[in-house]
């Protein structure tokens, strides 16, 4: 990686997931935040952040169709729960960053990059990112560690693809 002394410093960084993505899905503490430049969810104009605990207290809203299949699309990862419950409290103690692949129709429509991303590139990818991400977490004080886990289709069964941490005692 070239300028290793720059990472994060400019917030540029997750620009780089819209060459596999065309919406950026985060789940962190009590927040919902999704980045969806091409305004597919025409409701939000380009992105959201949500207070899912303020949003939860009034589920009966003009978003709440969208916020409820997001959520669901978290359900049972990492030990996230989402329910309809109003007296649930929300909180995840950790982030979690979902990158819905760009394929299939998605891939004409995108102002990003209109063509596919599919397995086989992501896996590419990963692979490039995973000789460097070691020196990656030296210039990132606040991640302790990067796991990267693969899902199989329809199933929130995870198997543990790669792991690095940072290691705070030198």
Same mark, same amino acid.
């Given at each position: 990686?070239?300028?290793?002394?720059?990472?994060?410093?400019?917030?540029?960084? #997750?620009?780089?997931? *819209?060459?596999?993505?065309?919406?950026?899905?985060?789940? #962190?503490?009590?927040?919902?935040?999704?980045?969806?430049?091409?305004?597919?969810?025409?409701? *939000?104009?380009?992105? /959201?952040?949500?207070?899912?605990?303020? =949003?939860?207290?009034?589920?009966?809203?003009?978003?709440?169709?969208?916020?409820?299949?997001?959520?669901?699309?978290?359900?049972?990862?990492?030990? =996230?729960?989402?329910?309809?419950?109003?007296?649930?409290?929300? *909180?995840?103690?950790?982030?979690?960053?979902?990158?819905?692949?760009?394929?299939?129709?998605?891939?004409?429509?995108?102002?990003?990059?209109?063509?596919?991303?599919?397995?086989?590139?992501? #896996?590419?990818?990963?692979?490039?990112?995973?000789?460097?991400?070691?020196?990656?977490?030296?210039?990132? /004080?606040?991640?302790?560690?990067?796991?990267?886990?693969?899902?199989?289709?329809?199933?929130?069964?995870?198997?543990?693809?790669?792991?690095?941490?940072?290691?705070?005692?030198?």
């Amino acid at each position: 990686i070239n300028y290793m002394d720059k990472i994060g410093k400019f917030g540029m960084g #997750s620009r780089s997931y *819209f060459h596999v993505s065309d919406m950026i899905i985060i789940i #962190s503490g009590d927040k919902l935040v999704f980045l969806d430049p091409d305004e597919r969810l025409p409701l *939000f104009k380009g992105g /959201q952040m949500v207070d899912l605990n303020h =949003f939860m207290s009034d589920v009966k809203n003009e978003y709440t169709s969208y916020i409820l299949d997001i959520l669901q699309s978290f359900d049972k990862i990492f030990d =996230f729960e989402y329910s309809l419950s109003k007296k649930k409290n929300y *909180f995840y103690d950790g982030t979690i960053i979902r990158l819905p692949l760009r394929m299939g129709k998605w891939t004409k429509l995108s102002s990003f990059a209109p063509y596919p991303c599919g397995t086989t590139k992501i #896996s590419l990818n990963i692979k490039k990112f995973m000789d460097d991400a070691p020196e990656c977490l030296l210039f990132l /004080q606040n991640v302790k560690k990067i796991e990267i886990y693969k899902f199989s289709d329809y199933s929130s069964c995870s198997e543990l693809y790669f792991k690095t941490c940072r290691n705070d005692n030198e």
